[in-house]
Every structure is written in structure tokens, then in C-alpha cells.
């Protein structure tokens, strides 16, 4: 009943386990040798389109602290291509609108990513409206008198985006999805795998070729169509 990615990942635990025993004289030969691999099948990445980020920042009206708040979440999760971890841990310092960058801290390491003026104009007119807090973490969650708590955590911000989906009528958008969006919206607009690489902050370009496999084959096609001009037909 296990996905196979899920699959995959108990074989792996498993042929690292009985490798160890083996080259610890443990075992002779290790049982695994004579299973083969689980296959996991591709699955194209989730993204978001640009007329379903479009409609959800619609749908977010620019009035207290709260909507101002989860303006600048959408805009910072799809324009900016960060992680929802990346998101939560941000300061207001983070955002460096003099020159135009957003630091991040990332899976990888520290990063920075362009910043767009629609973000730095959502980031001042939440700055502006943010209630104190003795946390020096951006986004605080409110409770439902709307005033302001804790740092929003993950959980939250999934609650918040699928509230916002609801009431501007589309499926409910998963926050990692944005991500792809961003990676998609710049591959389809002439980018290059290692610009995009940079943007998401992916340690490897491997695994950025990895995600967007299916764009790779399609614009390759497209491209060389483009370029053959009716050679061959």
C-alpha cells in the first residue's frame, strides 16, 4: 500500500544496512544483492499557474494587517521561488529593498534572490502595519480577534493559502507549488537550467534538470521546430 517513492526509500535504508553488515564481516554476501530496485515512475512536478497566482492575490483585499500580511506570503512564495520553510524564518532586515535582493536562508546555505517591485511595495505596506512583537521574524500569526501571536508557522501559512483559494474559487494550491510555477514561467521565458538553478537555490543543477525533465524534452522540440523553419517536412 506504500507509494513507490516511499518504497524506494525503505530498499535504500535496507541496501545501506546490509552493506554495513557485510563489510563488517557480519553477513557474507548481502540478501539484498538478489532483489531488484523498485522503479519510480516520473511524476511531473505540481505547479502553479500564473492566472491561478494571479486570481489568489486578487482575492486578498489590501486591508488590515492580516491581508496585507498574506499579500506579501503569496507574492514573496511565487515571485521569489523561496521554500515555505525559507518563508517563516524571514526578518523585515531580510528584505534588502535598496538593492533590490531578498536573503534567504536555505537548505543549501545563504542565497539571494531579485527582488520584484510588487514584493517591495506588499513588504513596506506590511511593515507599516505589522503589530510589535518582541520576535524578530516577519510574518506573525493572528488569532481570530485578528490580533497578532506568535511567528506563523508552516501549518499556518497552508491554512491561510487554501482559505484564500476557496474564496477566489480555484483548487487549493499547495505553497511548494509556487516554486515550480516561478521555475516554469522562467524556463518557458527563455531561461536557462542553471539561472533557474541560482533562483530555487538547488545545490545541484541535476536536480533542477531532474524536476523540469518534461519541459527539457517539450522545449527542446519546440525550440528545434522553431529553429528547422519547415526543414525536413
Not at 530555487?200 to 529553429?227: N, P, S, V
Request: with cysteine; proline share 5%; charged share 25%.
Amino acid at each position: 500500500g506504500n507509494a513507490p517513492a516511499t518504497v524506494s526509500g525503505h530498499y535504500r535504508a535496507l541496501v545501506g544496512w546490509f552493506g554495513w553488515l557485510v563489510r563488517r564481516g557480519y553477513l557474507e554476501s548481502s540478501p539484498m544483492a538478489m532483489i531488484e530496485a523498485p522503479h519510480v515512475p516520473h511524476r511531473e512536478p505540481k505547479r502553479t499557474a500564473i492566472e491561478e497566482y494571479i486570481a489568489l492575490l486578487d482575492s486578498i483585499p489590501e486591508g488590515d494587517w492580516v491581508n496585507l500580511r498574506d499579500r506579501l506570503i503569496v507574492q514573496t512564495l511565487f515571485l521569489c521561488g523561496i521554500r515555505l520553510g525559507e518563508c517563516t524564518k524571514l526578518t523585515a532586515a531580510d528584505y534588502r529593498t535598496k538593492e533590490h535582493l531578498l536573503r534567504v536562508d536555505g537548505k543549501t546555505g545563504e542565497r539571494v534572490v531579485p527582488l520584484q517591485p510588487a514584493v517591495e511595495r506588499a513588504f513596506v505596506a506590511y511593515v507599516y502595519e505589522r503589530p510589535a512583537s518582541l520576535s524578530d521574524r516577519l510574518f506573525l500569526a493572528a488569532n481570530g480577534a485578528r490580533q497578532a501571536g506568535k511567528p506563523i508557522t508552516e501549518k499556518g501559512i497552508y491554512q491561510m493559502i487554501r482559505r484564500h483559494c476557496q474564496r477566489a474559487g480555484i483548487r487549493n494550491l499547495n505553497p511548494h507549488s509556487f516554486r515550480h510555477g516561478l521555475a516554469m514561467y522562467l524556463l518557458n521565458e527563455g531561461g536557462d537550467m542553471s539561472f533557474v538553478q541560482r533562483v530555487l537555490g538547488h545545490a545541484q543543477i541535476g536536480t533542477t534538470a531532474r524536476h523540469y525533465a518534461d519541459w527539457l524534452t517539450e522545449g527542446l522540440q519546440r525550440e528545434f521546430a522553431d529553429k528547422m523553419r519547415g526543414l525536413g517536412q
